[in-house]
């Protein structure tokens, strides 16, 4: 199998060119990269903000506890199902044309979900921020890596998004909790306008427009299949994580989705313009580098649930507590985002995601044998904030891996995977492995098991991808 380091130099076979530690972006890049990784951020935040106002936001409208986990899954179900097609209409159309219509949907969804008058027009803002969001998310990072050339820049642009990301889930977390028990969880809703009406007005006079030159017909069977895949496999997947796998809607959609998926398969490798090109994804770096994306996200989003779990429920933090732990986590975070593109300038992206992978794969081995007792606390406070340092140099390489070599014509259809892998990762982890917790005749017996096989999946992970790159290098 062949990859796109034709050019790298003897002895570093999985880089172009060795790269200065300190890139200096101008200061017109710097409000580029301001405006591309805010947008990231606010999206980012809306996964978490709202998950701590659940209680007090169905009590206010009415939802009773089997209708909340539709406030999560309507915002999951568009920005997971739409990545894909949004990426590639990107491409095709303008990706700032895209990425500025995603932003004002975004606001005004948030604006209608901040004045919901009944759980209908609730969940029709946060649908509407999912579709929103998917349009962001994918023409945002196009436009990074379009800007940003290949090297150092990009890895340090790069490395700020993945920070600024990893960031927002736990910010979150944290200003979810303290919104909602000061100002209502309407402000939660309400941070999220704000911030669109913050970078809306900056971005047309900084981003440049960018599509691809011949502007090939859409996919549409291609873009029908996938788009409804994916929204099966998220419905699936979110119902499962509150209900089980038992349900009838569960089974049913499952099986639609996996049949979609293989159906938009076929459809590619006939298409004359494809909404996903088989060709790239042969490309070692874009099939094993996504495969370190998936691992990474779903992984240590399991991890995040299941301790949350074992905080509160084992431990009995308070959830202000549980998010200072998860702040804590945050703060280390940022620590190491500064130093990811140093890391990766020194050893390689492909390095430093293997070594990532496996770093946070021993971190949490290393909470197996958590326990009852309080002070636990601390041990597995610094255990996560660590495992959370070597997720981001994980989630960092993993994009520098997956986009490097791709023609900027293609980056659209580099990012839009990228990004699916993100949502699908943050969707799969916690209902594959977060029913081990639940279903366990303890929760602690069941916190371990979930750390074991997480922990053992991740480290597997880290060797399968660093077999399957040194073989892309040598083929």
Not at 103 to 129: H, K, N, V, Y
Not at 303 to 312: C, E, I, R, S
Not at 366 to 395: D, F, K, N, R
Not at 403 to 416: H, N
């Amino acid at each position: 199998m062949a990859i796109d380091a034709s050019t790298a130099p003897p002895g570093r076979p999985d880089e172009a060119a060795p790269r200065p530690a300190k890139p200096r972006l101008s200061p017109r890049d710097g409000l580029v990269l301001f405006v591309l990784c805010a947008a990231q951020f606010m999206v980012a935040l809306d996964f978490s903000v709202l998950n701590v106002a659940l209680p007090v936001l169905g009590a206010d409208l009415g939802m009773d506890q089997s209708a909340l986990q539709w406030a999560v899954t309507a915002f999951a179900l568009p920005s997971g199902g739409f990545l894909l097609l949004f990426g590639r209409a990107g491409d095709l159309f303008g990706r700032r044309r895209l990425f500025l219509a995603g932003l004002a949907l975004f606001g005004l969804a948030s604006l209608l979900a901040t004045f919901a008058w009944d759980p209908a027009s609730f969940l029709a803002g946060r649908a509407l921020q999912g579709v929103g969001a998917a349009a962001i998310v994918p023409t945002g990072m196009s436009l990074l890596t379009t800007t940003f050339p290949e090297g150092p820049q990009r890895d340090r642009a790069l490395g700020i998004s993945g920070t600024l990301l990893s960031l927002g889930f736990t910010v979150g977390m944290v200003l979810g909790g303290v919104l909602t028990d000061t100002l209502g969880w309407r402000s939660t809703m309400g941070l999220l306008a704000l911030f669109a009406l913050i970078v809306l007005p900056l971005a047309p006079g900084l981003l440049p427009e960018s599509r691809t030159p011949d502007r090939p017909r859409l996919d549409v069977p291609g873009a029908v299949t996938v788009t409804g895949g994916l929204l099966a496999l998220i419905y699936a997947l979110s119902t499962a994580a509150e209900r089980g796998f038992g349900g009838v809607d569960v089974i049913v959609t499952l099986v639609a989705g996996v049949v979609l998926l293989a159906a938009f398969g076929f459809i590619e490798s006939r298409a004359a313009a494809p909404l996903v090109s088989l060709p790239m994804l042969r490309r070692s770096t874009v099939a094993w580098g996504n495969l370190g994306g998936l691992v990474t996200f779903s992984m240590m989003s399991t991890v995040v649930f299941v301790l949350t779990l074992y905080l509160q429920e084992i431990l009995g933090l308070s959830a202000f507590g549980t998010g200072l732990v998860f702040g804590v986590q945050g703060i280390v975070s940022v620590l190491a985002g500064t130093y990811a593109s140093r890391v990766i300038g020194r050893f390689g992206a492909r390095r430093t995601l293997v070594g990532s992978l496996a770093g946070q794969g021993l971190l949490v081995a290393a909470l197996l044998g958590v326990g009852e007792q309080a002070w636990w606390v601390w041990p597995a406070t610094a255990a996560v904030s660590l495992a959370s340092m070597c997720h981001l140099g994980a989630i960092i390489s993993y994009g520098v891996t997956v986009t490097s070599g791709v023609p900027d014509e293609e980056q659209g259809l580099a990012t839009g995977l990228v990004t699916s892998v993100q949502q699908t990762g943050l969707t799969v982890g916690i209902p594959l492995l977060g029913v081990l917790a639940t279903t366990a005749p303890d929760l602690l017996t069941g916190t371990r098991t979930v750390l074991a096989v997480d922990a053992a999946a991740t480290l597997g992970a880290a060797a399968l991808i660093a077999w399957g790159l040194r073989r892309g290098v040598r083929a």
